[in-house]
Each structure stands twice: as C-alpha cells, then as structure tokens.
C-alpha cells in the first residue's frame, strides 16, 4: 500500500487552520473491521509522536485542536487553530497492510 | 507509565558490526510488539520490521529482510536491532515503537498503530 500526503509543504499564519490530506492507494479497512489510520507529528529534532489512531481518535495528552477524518482511502488531519509548537513534520501511516508512512508534510509559520 | 530508551549513538566504519537496544518499561514487555524505523538523513519514516519479544517471532520489511536482524531478551526487556556488515548507506536514526495494543482475560491483541517511541540512536557509517 502507498500512501500519498499533500501538501508536501504548508506555511500557515499562528492562529489559523491547517489541513492536510492523505490517500492511499487500496482501502485500509482491515479484517477485523477497524481502519488503521494514525497521524504521527515530528518536531525537529524529535522522534515521532502519536496524535491520532484508528483515523480519529485522539491519543492521551494530545489537544483537542487535532482532529482527524476520513474513511476508506482518504483521510484528513486537521489543526483548527496552529500554534507555534505545532511546527514540524506530519505524517500519515497505515497498518492494516504491513506497514507504510506518508513521505511527510512540513507544517511552518508563515 | 510506558518508556522506550535506545542506546547511544555510533560511529562506524564500512564493513563493521553494531547492535543498537531498546528497553521498554512501564508495561508487559513481552506482549506488545516492537517496531524498528528508519529515517535517514533529512527523509521520511521507513518501517523496517517487528519483532514479538514473548516468543522472538519477527516480520520484516521486504526492503531490509537479510540486511538486519532483530532480537528480543525478555530477561531484561529490552529488543536489538544489529547489522553484521555496515555501509555508508546505513547511516540513519533508527527508532524504536511499541505497537499498540489490549489485552482481554489475559490474551493481548494488536492493534497496528505506534502509540510509544523511543528517541532514536544515531548510527553513522564512514571511512
């Protein structure tokens, strides 16, 4: 399975939304009936975090203004309104076939 | 509360061994399953494989069958990652994940997303 981001790259003004999207190239319903979506968020110089799971499900200790959508091949992260802290690298990853990440979309401020 | 520490970075040269480590805490070690990412330098996430630390079973990527090799020790709850022969173009950060999981009248069950990391150990390959 692939997995394609766009934008690869999104200035975005503080306090604005941001979106991103991902596609993949066969659906990621798996077997067992749940879609193995999740949104990992890089800061520089970081290892990758977990912000979203199973497309909308946000992980403990991440804010609300991350949301995450979608369903069979297309999903969506959203921020509502970015913060300074949210700079860094977002990348999409499915487990339902092996296993496979997003080539990444770098979030900076305009 | 759950923690994956990797060992220090490493400098080596072409042809050289190296075996990096992962020790989970804070959670049944041997019920989940460990993950081993690359990410070379300025690139994306590239999932390399993953091994079950109850009974070692390992699954790895078509791209780095042969060229690695997992290993778990229960006994201290910690997962490796080694290399018999390095090449320049191993030189990356290689994390460490948990696969997520739950478990339900004592048998654990995947689920097929990272929810922990470790902070990465930089291995450098050069001449």
């Known amino acids: 399975i692939v997995m394609t981001q766009t934008p690869l790259s999104s200035p975005v003004t503080l306090g604005q939304p941001a979106s991103i999207s991902c596609r993949s190239s066969?659906?990621?319903?798996?077997?067992?009936?749940?879609?193995?979506l999740s949104w990992l968020q890089q800061r520089p110089g970081q290892p990758p975090r977990l912000l979203i799971y199973?497309?909308?499900n946000r992980f403990s200790g991440v804010p609300d203004r991350f949301s995450g959508s979608g369903a069979g091949t297309d999903f969506t992260l959203k921020i509502s309104r970015v913060e300074a802290e949210d700079v860094g690298v977002y990348y999409c990853m499915q487990g339902t076939q092996s296993y496979a990440f997003g080539q990444g979309t770098k979030l900076e401020i305009k | 509360e759950v923690q994956l520490v990797q060992s220090g970075a490493e400098v080596k040269k072409p042809e050289d061994s190296v075996k990096i480590s992962c020790k989970g805490s804070g959670y049944k070690f041997t019920s989940y399953w460990i993950g081993w990412v690359r990410q070379m330098p300025g690139k994306g996430l590239e999932w390399m494989g993953t091994i079950y630390p109850g009974d070692s079973d390992t699954r790895y990527s078509p791209s780095f069958q042969g060229q690695v090799t997992f290993s778990a020790d229960k006994s201290i709850t910690t997962a490796y990652l080694q290399w018999s022969s390095l090449k320049a173009s191993d030189t990356a950060m290689y994390y460490c994940a948990r696969l997520a999981g739950y478990c339900s009248a004592g048998i654990c069950y995947p689920e097929y997303y990272f929810d922990y990391w470790g902070q990465g150990t930089l291995v450098t390959v050069s001449s």
């Open positions: 199973k497309i909308s």
């Open positions: 066969q659906s990621l319903v798996h077997s067992d009936g749940n879609t193995y």
